[in-house]
């Protein structure tokens, strides 16, 4: 009933830039918080950056300065602007949406994509 879609991904050299986004469509009634998660093999999925419905953020210590979340309210959509790019960075990123879908009311419930690859290496 709903679908998250990431694009963007792919290889870049340290110090590069990256552009990820991310739309939601399907069964939507309303999207409260999205946020960005990203993960390697073998270790639990951490948090890049958050963002609440009226544009507060939230960033992890290792990517503030270098990465901003944003999102499109009437487009259902969520991007995370990648600059600085370090070889740590490299990682499956996910996108995350907390939706409460029709019929209303319902309990918000989370979604997430299918994952991009984004790696950094020269």
């Known amino acids: 009933q709903v679908q998250l879609v990431e694009s963007g991904g792919g290889l870049v050299q340290p110090g590069g830039s990256l552009r990820l986004s991310c739309v939601a469509s399907g069964n939507i009634f309303s999207i409260n918080s999205m946020g960005w998660y990203r993960q390697t093999p073998g270790k639990e999925r951490e948090l890049v950056a958050t963002?609440?419905?009226?544009?507060?953020?939230e960033y992890a210590d290792s990517v503030k300065g270098r990465f901003t979340i944003s999102r499109d309210n009437n487009k259902n959509g969520l991007y995370l602007q990648m600059n600085s790019l370090k070889p740590e960075d490299t990682d499956v990123y996910y996108c995350n949406a907390r939706i409460i879908i029709y019929p209303f009311p319902a309990p918000a419930n989370d979604y997430w994509g299918q994952g991009t690859q984004v790696t950094v290496s020269s």
């Open positions: 963002i609440t419905r009226g544009g507060v953020t």
